[in-house]
């Protein structure tokens, strides 16, 4: 066997066991259990609710019509599975824009928190916080329809489950329109969005290093290869 044989064989079979560590990592069993929301906050602090999944503030205009609001609600219980690096809905964010007087609120905090299980290990209460800008704009504006927009996509903390790591990342925001980064909402309306998140993978630093030595195994080999061509030549 020629030395580019070896090693391209000593290349294979690394780069197999790299990809094998990646691949076994992905198809761990996940089970959501729950996930409950609060508002923990508002600038300023005008809103009744927080402690709970709905937030409330304003003098209503029209009193059948009530306040405007933020509500969350969860996508369990039911438990559901899916599995890590699937996406899955961790929960809806819905938002009432009602016609209101008085003071209103320029941003809220929001704390998720989901109860799950990882390859049979379980997981109580892992956080994610939220952060929405708020735009209330005039009841009879030219441009009455109001604006929440999403702050920064959150993580959860880090979840060890046999020596792997993993935790909860957040991908974005979707509704019919698609992915969003902010929702507007007309007056006398409700508009809502799902927020969709996955289990990943914290890199591990032996599979990367093992990944890693193996694509510059390939770029030593085909770099010996042209200096070969080049001298033969």
């Known amino acids: 066997i020629s030395k580019g044989g070896i090693a391209m064989r000593i290349f294979s079979t690394l780069l197999g066991l790299a990809l094998l ?70 929960g809806k964010f819905k938002h009432t824009n009602n016609p209101i007087t008085g003071p209103s609120i320029e941003s809220a905090s929001l704390d998720v928190m989901t ?27 030219p441009h009455p329809a109001d604006i929440v927009e999403f702050g920064a996509l959150p993580v959860s903390q880090v979840l060890h489950v046999n020596n792997e790591s993993y935790m909860i990342k957040v991908v974005g925001f979707i509704n019919h329109n698609g992915w969003l980064n902010k929702l507007v909402t007309d007056e006398k309306s409700m508009n ?39 001298t033969s030549a």
């Open 21 to 90: 560590s990646l691949s076994t990592l992905a198809a761990q069993p996940v089970q959501v259990k729950s996930v409950e929301g609060v508002w923990t906050a508002t600038v300023p602090a005008v809103a009744t609710g927080i402690g709970t999944n709905k937030i409330e503030w304003g003098n209503p205009v029209h009193h059948h019509l009530g306040k405007s609001s933020y509500e969350f609600s969860g996508s369990a219980p039911a438990p559901f599975n899916t599995s890590v690096n699937s996406l899955f809905l961790l």
């Open 115 to 141: 109860d799950l299980s990882i390859d049979g290990a379980m997981f109580n209460d892992v956080s994610l916080n939220f952060e929405f800008a708020h735009n209330e704009t005039p009841n009879n504006g």
């Open 192 to 230: 809502h969005a799902y927020i969709v998140a996955k289990i990943v993978t914290v890199p591990e630093p032996s599979t990367y290093l093992l990944l890693g030595s193996c694509l510059l195994l390939v770029a030593l080999f085909k770099s010996r290869q042209r200096e070969s061509a080049h």
